[in-house]
């Protein structure tokens, strides 16, 4: 399908958008060292070494009246790494800690009309769960490359070393090259950062670095994609299911705007996924495979993320298909500190999503 020429529409803004692309938003790498394995031998004597303390400890402790209760060690730990990080540093969170209700609507949501463009869209207050505005919002819709939102999700909670590495090779690269999906750029027998597959994925929309990231993860696409769909249960999603990593088409592939909203909630308490989904720009450096690939996000050379003016737009992740045609998730902070989300979905027209939400943002964050 070919785009719409949006220039009459949105001239003003296309013509005076110039990002200011002054290098890589890379952030720092940083992951756990993977625990080497022990030897039998090694095994048994660490067994008696635990023993001893135990008894140890367990004599010490009786003669003691004191009933203070032990020491957290996991907290203990997380303090420590904490305070030898330094700001600049990011380390993935594989320890899921979603608080995620299903949005209710309330006397102050408004039901959209002609207001916008989109024919599937919702607008929600992720600080109290409330829906702000909505238009078919628990109307089953494709959900195109918003999919890969799950897959960063997903893929994050099941990676300790982003700087590991996954061999790309054509059974990944040909089959989505030949459907015609967008691909990060990595060549037949790459060994790619897994860090650089994060950011190809969300910025670039490379649907290569996905199927990279799932099979890295769970050893296949399809075994991936049951990790989705127990996300999705964990979640409490009720019309949603997933059937790849990617967003390509596939009737079974679905979701509505209320929970693609609610899986953009889940995503941005992964602090590692959340500065993914709002870097603008990253660079992967040439190598012999290819030359310097510079990803800027797909939202971002869209729109500045300010023009809401009450609010602003952070980050997201857009999608089309001739199927799903153009959609959006994105989450911004308002001017009072509260997080909201918005999706708008099935634009016909390449800047319909982005500038739907533009004016739903710009409308609706503040209730009557």
């Known amino acids: 399908m070919s785009y719409y020429n949006d220039h009459a529409k949105y001239g003003d803004f296309i013509e005076s958008y110039s990002p200011n692309n002054g290098g890589s938003s890379r952030p720092p790498k940083k992951g756990r060292r993977k625990k080497r394995r022990l030897k039998k031998w090694v095994k048994v004597a660490f067994g008696f070494i635990a023993i001893i303390l135990a008894v140890t400890i367990i004599c010490i402790a009786i003669p003691d009246g004191n009933n203070t209760p032990p020491t957290d060690l996991s907290s ?192 941005m308490q992964n602090d590692f996924c959340r500065e993914v989904l709002t870097t603008e720009w990253y660079t992967v450096p040439e190598n012999k495979y290819h030359k310097e690939l510079k990803y800027h996000h797909g939202m971002l050379e869209k729109m500045y993320g300010t023009e809401p003016k009450v609010a602003t737009i952070k980050g997201g992740k857009t999608g089309f298909t001739s199927q799903s045609l153009f959609c959006l998730v994105s989450f911004g902070v308002t001017d009072d500190g509260r997080e909201i989300i918005c999706v708008t979905a099935k634009g016909d027209r390449k800047y319909s999503p982005i500038y739907d939400a533009i004016k739903l943002y710009k409308s609706y964050t503040h209730p009557n």
């Open 76 to 267: 203990t730990v997380s303090n420590a790494v904490d305070s030898a990080s330094t700001p600049s540093e990011i380390e993935v969170d594989t320890t899921p800690k979603f608080n995620i209700k299903r949005p209710v609507s309330t006397d102050y949501t408004v039901t959209l009309g002609n207001e916008i463009e989109s024919p599937y869209a919702v607008l929600i207050d992720a600080s109290n769960d409330t829906v702000l505005a909505r238009r078919n919002a628990d109307k089953v819709i494709y959900p195109a490359s918003m999919t890969k939102v799950m897959t960063l999700l997903v893929a994050a909670e099941n990676i300790t070393d982003l700087n590991d590495t996954f061999e790309m090779t054509y059974a990944i690269i040909d089959p989505l090259y030949k459907e015609g999906l967008t691909l990060g750029g990595f060549g037949h027998g790459e060994k790619v950062k897994l860090i650089d597959m994060f950011y190809a994925m969300v910025l670039e929309s490379g649907a290569d670095a996905a199927v990279g990231l799932a099979t890295y993860v769970a050893g296949s696409e399809e075994e991936f994609v049951k990790l989705m769909n127990d996300k999705c249960n964990e979640l409490g999603l009720k019309n949603t299911h997933f059937t790849n990593a990617s967003g390509m088409h596939n009737k079974e592939n679905y979701t509505t705007c209320t929970e693609m909203a609610m899986i953009m909630k889940a995503t």
